[in-house]
């Protein structure tokens, strides 16, 4: 997956699919909401991951802490942040999306390289997620049908797919195969794991 940055497209690099996979947990990290004190953190692990200066993503960190309707969320550790996810209040048709209902979604999760693979995507998604289950009936993301590692962890956590039929503004799917996927407050108990579509 792509996304406007800037007025430029950059990539949205993704975990591999490794199911076995998993290194030792980490009990002393938390998760908790964000306050501006972490935008630093926060812009310097997205330019790690993601290229460009820490300094212009801090700033558009701060440009989306400063606006109604988001939510950051930080996993820290031992005074450091090592992670970090935005829940945001969107309304797609209004700003030139199809399909895709207004609501609460989720954005990726970026976690540092040496915190990997110890649950704490896990963790701080299920708080996005309970977060924003107490302010409203569901809780949307999107993802490219190629992210399987996304795909498996949101199935887990009991998100289904409702179309691959939709736009959403300001984010580009590389190969074309992008998913609308939802959470509702009690998630039929017979919802397939992601994973094992298509």
Do not use: K
């Not at 558009?60 to 820290?76: C, I, K, P, Y």
């Not at 030139?96 to 207004?102: V, W």
């Amino acid at each position: 997956m792509r996304v406007c940055h800037r007025g430029r497209i950059v990539n949205t690099l993704f975990a591999p699919f490794e199911p076995e996979s998993s290194g030792t947990p980490m009990p002393e990290a938390h998760v908790r909401l964000g306050v501006r004190g972490d935008l630093p953190h926060t812009g310097a692990l997205a330019a790690q991951r993601e290229g460009g200066l820490p300094a212009d993503w801090i700033a558009q960190h701060a440009r989306r802490f400063e606006t109604d309707g988001n939510q950051l969320f930080v996993v820290e550790a031992e005074g450091a942040i090592i992670g970090y996810g935005w829940v945001s209040f969107l309304t797609p048709v209004d700003h030139g999306g199809r399909n895709a209902p207004d609501g609460w979604y989720l954005s990726g999760v970026v976690i540092a390289p040496d915190a990997r693979r110890r649950g704490l995507g896990r963790r701080l998604t299920q708080e996005r997620i309970d977060w924003a289950l107490e302010r409203g009936s569901a809780v949307y993301y999107v993802v490219a049908a190629s992210n399987w590692a996304s795909r498996a962890l949101h199935g887990e956590l009991g998100f289904e797919e409702l179309t691959d039929d939709f736009r959403m503004p300001g984010v580009v799917f590389t190969r074309d195969d992008g998913l609308l996927c939802r959470r509702v407050e009690r998630p039929d108990a017979t919802v397939t794991e992601l994973a094992s579509r298509r």
